[in-house]
């Protein structure tokens, strides 16, 4: 799980073991390209040569495994989501869930003095000062002399120590400290999948498969049923909640897929219990003749809001699709991820690689589109450029191993980052179909986050953080 934070100085990375992981960006980066719009180097022709840097700042052990004594249910510490927080002070702050808990983080600097012992290179070693306030230079009247007139330095091991000398050197540095804050537990029956904030900065809503409970940040003891999808009888139930998301600007406003496809819009002014939908988006061509693993795969996975709120972005197993906020009949655009998948999808069902769930960004325009796939590819889409292929990159700490791929000339400058080891690799772009590339179903590019303010993907892939940058 990989999320930027608003100003993008900051990336938090939550792995299968319960740690969060978070990295900053470099201090003292001042290049020319940041004195200028996009529009305006592009105009100029101007090609950066400096990629986007992020060091390591901090890491915590956000969650533990449990077990649930009356369920007899193991729950894992594998973090499901993380969201940052706002906050009017320095101190960052990050929610983060696995199945069963939600937690709130708080993440401050704080200067530590440390010191260190260094030794002193010459046992034989004092200071001009020492040697000068002995009293043997002082007066030498009682030390006994030889005739030859040589003095008996009987205080020798008062000057010089036999012992070496040792001196202490101190210095503060900034370190982050990582403490919970809020316990936000036992309110969903069912495992969690979604958590997202609201915009007015108090409240923040939690998603499982059949329920969707609204939370106040500083009440971690109680929290409100605002969608309730379970029925009566579990033997009708016929889909279940996949994600949801509050609305970026109305704060009355929240989206929620669903595992038939469908993708409500709901106003939390009408009632306290949200049963109702304000607006229900769903594909009309793709509901014709049905079958059980159509169906399957209809399932949206991750839906994404725009900054300005006016288009959803949702991901299915197949496909890539951008709904306009006032067409609930059809989505305005379609980008097909792994049609070339349609003839294996009982395949693809015996080996469970159907249920895989990708997610999918927006860059901050909210023109650029971003999804994963097998093999760890990354498919970037551009809305009304003419071409629905896109770009093909594999994120790959060897992207050159990849036979017989041709990538296209590009105009402006590429690079696939390994963050993880602090080098950069060149990466290739291909509009050519996927499926001339051999299917590696254990390798799946699903958790991606884009930068908020420039062209940069942050993709996680097995135990790496790979960046994209155009």
């Not at 990375?13 to 001042?30: A, L, P, S």
């Not at 971690?220 to 029925?231: E, R």
């Not at 994600?243 to 929240?254: D, V």
């Not at 963050?419 to 996927?434: A, D, I, M, N, W």
């Amino acid at each position: 799980m990989t999320k930027f934070k608003t100003s993008g100085n900051y990336v938090a990375v939550g792995d299968r073991g319960g740690r969060i992981v978070i990295f900053e960006t470099k201090d003292g980066k001042n290049t020319a390209d940041q004195h200028y719009s996009r529009n305006q180097l592009e105009q100029l022709d101007y090609v950066s040569l400096n990629h986007p840097e992020y060091r390591y700042k901090t890491e915590f052990q956000s969650h533990e495994p449990e077990f649930d004594y009356l369920k007899s249910l193991e729950i894992e510490e594998k973090i499901n989501k993380l969201k940052w927080c706002t906050s009017l002070s320095g101190s960052l702050f990050i929610l983060s869930t696995n199945d069963k808990t939600i937690k709130l983080w708080k993440v401050k600097d704080r200067k530590v003095k440390k010191a260190r012992e260094i030794d002193s290179p010459h046992q034989l070693l004092s200071s001009e000062n020492t040697l000068l306030s002995e009293k043997s230079f002082m007066n030498e009247q009682g030390i006994p002399s030889f005739a030859n007139g040589n003095h008996v330095e009987s205080g020798v091991n008062s000057i010089f120590p036999s012992q070496e000398l040792r001196s202490k050197i101190a210095n503060y540095e900034d370190t982050a400290y990582a403490r919970c804050r809020r316990v936000y537990a036992h309110a969903h029956d069912f495992n969690i999948n979604s958590i997202s904030n609201n915009s007015d900065g108090e409240t923040f809503i939690s998603a499982d498969d059949l329920r969707i409970n609204l939370w106040n940040l500083e009440v971690s003891n109680q929290s409100f049923n605002i969608i309730d999808m379970k029925p009566s009888n579990m033997e009708e139930l016929t889909e279940v909640i996949t994600s949801a998301e509050f609305h970026p600007i109305h704060c009355n406003l929240l989206a929620y897929s669903s595992s038939r496809g469908f993708i409500r819009l709901v106003d939390m002014r009408q009632s306290a219990l949200c049963d109702y939908s304000a607006r229900i988006f769903q594909d009309e061509e793709c509901h014709g003749s049905r079958s059980f693993l159509t169906e399957i795969v209809a399932s949206i996975t991750d839906i994404k809001f725009p900054v300005d709120g006016r288009h959803i972005l949702s991901r299915d197993y197949m496909n890539l699709k951008l709904w306009d906020m006032h067409m609930d009949s059809s989505p305005v655009a379609t980008f097909k991820i792994h049609e070339h998948l349609r003839p294996k999808l009982c395949d693809l069902y015996n080996n469970d690689s159907i249920f895989d769930k990708f997610e999918c960004c927006l860059s901050g325009d909210g023109l650029h589109f971003a999804t994963g796939s097998y093999s760890n590819l990354l498919r970037i889409f551009f809305h009304g450029g003419g071409s629905d292929e896109g770009a093909t990159i594999e994120a790959s700490k060897d992207p050159n191993s990849i036979k017989n791929r041709k990538p296209l000339p590009r105009a402006r400058r590429s690079s696939l980052s390994n963050l993880t080891r602090g080098f950069y690799k060149q990466g290739h772009e291909s509009t050519s179909v996927v499926d001339e590339y051999s299917l590696n179903s254990s390798s799946k590019l699903q958790h991606l986050a884009w930068h908020p303010c420039t062209y940069l993907i942050a993709c996680a892939s097995g135990n790496s953080l790979f960046f994209y940058h155009a």
